[in-house]
């Protein structure tokens, strides 16, 4: 058995009698009953994961994941394949819009390489893990081979247990690889059913021009390729991405180790996507970090019953949202074991009657 089989059998259901405990401690504080909203549901599902009615995060990670697409030489973006290269290399020093919110989040950034055009060398905070040089080019068949989908799904898996093992309790998903807006409509439109028109955005800010011959590609690539929506890994393999495979990988590995996941934006979301068809238990360990400005990420978000925390037209993927969240999903975490309850404040609780 491999180590993707063994993955999807053992993991769990969350610990739903932790969930109940978590909202009656919520209900026992020095506030009205669900007066924190969704921060009440934060916490009580971080309990509820983490199997601890008192959890505490200690040390964050979010998990970058980087890879190039051949399906770029359609010219469906603004930015040439280098671009990847280079800004794996400005991860690396701490210089790009990820690094700053996770710097402000207290978390670590880990660069996952799993499939950059590009041989780097060993370096602080980079994860070298390669399946292959990038996809190949989708509107000529098969983005990957099966097997090249499930190495990239098993390197995600690794990244989140070697996360876990070195202590990270809350782990995020981030990406970076040109094209990858297409890969992820793609995915999208193999798993719902919808136009490819419908769930297709302007990525890193196309003209209207390029958005058509992208819609008409993932339109070929789909036609070409036949993905088949039952089998998550064959269209994972046909249409997707190997840092898309990467994110599901994580995201399964974080729901094995019972630790939670918080997903970006609509790249991230892909690889959430596949997770959860691969298994659905995994959803219970994922939160969405935000509503991308990208137009199928409602559609997919749907797709797996989650609901945003943030709506900030966010668009450039990284992690950013993720980053974000981290923060809302701490101060619940804190909520939940730091403040006082009505008797240990000696506080009146509401009158019944």
Known sequence: MGKLEEILKDIRPIDQDLYRKAQERLDSLTKPKGSLGRLEELARRYAAITGTLLPRIARKHILLF?????????????YPREVTTQMVFN?????AAINVLARQAGAEVVVVDVGVAFDFPEA?????????YGTENM???PAMSRQSAVAALEAGIQAAEAAVEQGADLLATGDMGIGNTTASSALLAAFSGLPAAVVTGKGTGIPDAIWRKKVLVIEQALRVNSPDPRDPIDVLSKVGGLEIAGIAGAALGGAFR?????LDGFISGAGGLVATRLQPLAGQYLFASHLSFEPGHKE???????KPLLNLDLRLGEGTGAA????????SVRILTEMATFEE???SQEVSG
């Open 91 to 95: 991860f690396l020093r701490g210089g």
């Open 258 to 262: 019972r630790v939670p996941v918080i």
């Open 139 to 141: 509107v000529k068949g």
């Open 300 to 306: 997919l978000l749907k797709l797996m019953n989650q």
């Open 66 to 78: 980087a890879a190039d697409h051949g399906v770029v030489e359609e010219g469906v973006s603004l």
């Open 324 to 331: 974000l969240a981290m923060n809302l999903i701490e101060a």
């Open 345 to 347: 404040a000696g506080v």
């Open 124 to 132: 602080p905070g980079l994860r070298r893990a390669k399946v292959a």
